[in-house]
């Protein structure tokens, strides 16, 4: 089975088999996962690939292999998040190698799938499910074990069951941190910034009984006087801001690494993903340092630049272009005999610039055309005018923006002078539903009358003047 991802001018097809023939594995089985992305559309698209690949698999490699290179990849757990950028016609390669370890299983059937996600473009791959078959030589001594047990031992059995109603009645704690995993190690150190108000959940395994509360405002939380049994306790992360660090990492201790898991539960008619604990035995002693490690979410941070790139001023004494070097403010200045006649063609620049650490898309630009500026068509063949008098752009739309990279797009407009409406023109522009851009970005032209002709007129007829009037003077003398 194939499913198909379109958009507009593209067409991403995800498909997924095994070396698996039938569904069922058992403890020890090794597992791989082919997955075949192909873009058969005409636009470059910058995708993720996502794949939270099932408890009780193991994840031993993943292997990514694109037209251009071939490459183990790093994986977290049994999270694979990779950012690739897939050309028109390009096919590319994902061999996840696994082995079956029924010890972290959670449930008796497990399946696989890969998301696919960019700008405007969401999909999922067909669907491996399997079923885990056990031991029945383990399940079967298991078994005898217990029947020995109670053929033999009814006396040991009845003093077991009084510990046990005397385990019952004691209670107990449960504490750990929820932070921040800042170098992404695994480990919690005394530097790293804890995470204040997260929900948290605590839920026995057999009674269904819940607790919740959030943790306090240096992270930490505890839950008191809870009864000895199984129990799993569940953090209600923000994904938008966090994805969840490497599992109870090798070579870091207990009271210092992370106890949780990722895992999608159904609350509602909504999937939503958390992080979990395997089962908590609480039998005989408080449980401390269960802790939640959480790593901030790489992110897109575009900014964008509005600057003045040239302007040129037409009239009945020809064309005079004049040169920026992408200011935020030129000057012009018109002869005022030809003011009337002139017409001033402004060039901006507007510079899309990724600040951020994972490629972006802007899907779209709007500049709000100044009172007095004329939009052409013609010669902005990128852009279009909207009903409220708006100029927008979607010409980056399907053009990814990588870290550090900046896309420039040029915007052309004219004004048609008078005396009247000289003075400075004010341009603004922004990036369409970017909250950290939501100010935007201007850059200010100011057209004036040119005056230092004027004023050596003034001069000229000042000196004309005097010469006249000193000639008067001495004719004045002689003839008197």
Wanted: hydrophobic share 30%.
């Amino acid at each position: 089975m194939q499913r198909k991802i379109k958009q507009s001018r593209i067409e991403i097809n995800a498909y997924q088999t095994t070396n698996i023939s039938d569904n069922k594995i058992k403890n020890g089985d090794e597992v791989k996962f082919f997955i075949t992305i192909e873009n058969k559309g005409v636009i470059e698209k910058d995708i993720t690939i996502e794949d939270e690949i099932p408890y009780g698999l193991i994840v031993n490699s993943i292997k990514l292999k694109t037209n251009e290179e071939e490459k183990q990849l790093n994986h977290e757990m049994n999270l694979l998040l990779e950012h690739v950028i897939i050309k028109p016609n390009e096919i590319i390669e994902l061999e996840i190698n696994t082995a079956v370890d029924t010890n972290t299983m959670i449930k008796d059937k497990i399946e696989n799938y890969v998301k696919i996600k960019g700008v405007n473009i969401y999909g999922e791959s067909n669907k491996v499910s399997f079923i885990i078959e056990l031991d029945k030589t383990t399940d079967e001594d298991n078994t005898n074990t217990d029947d020995n047990n109670n053929g033999n031992n009814n006396g040991d059995n009845n003093n077991n069951d009084n510990n046990q109603g005397t385990q019952e009645n004691n209670k107990y704690n449960i504490s750990g941190t929820a932070w921040i995993d800042e170098n992404a190690n695994g480990e919690r150190e005394s530097s790293e910034t804890k995470i204040p108000n997260m929900p948290i959940m605590l839920i026995n395994e057999n009674t269904k009984e819940e607790f919740s509360k959030t943790t306090s405002e240096d992270g930490n939380y505890t839950f008191e006087n809870i009864k000895a049994g199984k129990y799993i306790i569940i953090f209600q992360y923000d994904t938008s801001k966090y994805k969840v660090t490497t599992y109870q990492k090798e070579g870091v201790t207990e009271e210092n690494n992370s106890d949780v898991i990722n895992e999608t539960i159904d609350i509602g008619n909504k999937k939503i993903k958390i992080a979990k604990t395997k089962t908590l035995e609480l039998n005989s002693n408080n449980l401390e340092n269960i802790d939640a490690g959480f790593i901030e979410n790489k992110k897109t941070d575009l900014k964008l630049d509005k600057t003045i790139n040239k302007v040129t001023v037409r009239n009945n004494k020809g064309t005079e272009v004049r040169a920026y070097n992408q200011t935020k403010l030129a000057k012009v200045e018109i002869d005022g005999k030809q003011i009337r006649n002139s017409e001033v063609t402004i060039e901006y620049n507007i510079a899309i610039t990724n600040n951020g650490e994972v490629a972006g898309y802007v899907n779209e630009i709007i500049d709000y055309l100044p009172e007095g500026l004329f939009f052409n068509k013609e010669i902005n063949k990128a852009w279009y005018q909207n009903s409220d008098g708006t100029l927008s752009t979607k010409v980056l739309a399907n053009q990814s923006i990588a870290p550090n990279e900046t896309k420039n797009i040029t915007l052309i407009l004219t004004k048609k002078m008078t005396e009247e409406n000289t003075g400075t023109v004010t341009n603004k522009a922004k990036i369409k539903d970017v909250e950290i851009n939501s100010n935007g970005s201007q850059a200010d032209i100011i057209i004036s009358i040119k005056t230092g002709r004027i004023v050596l007129y003034i001069l000229l007829s000042i000196i004309i003047t005097a010469i006249i009037a000193i000639g008067i003077y001495f004719i004045k003398r002689k003839v008197l």
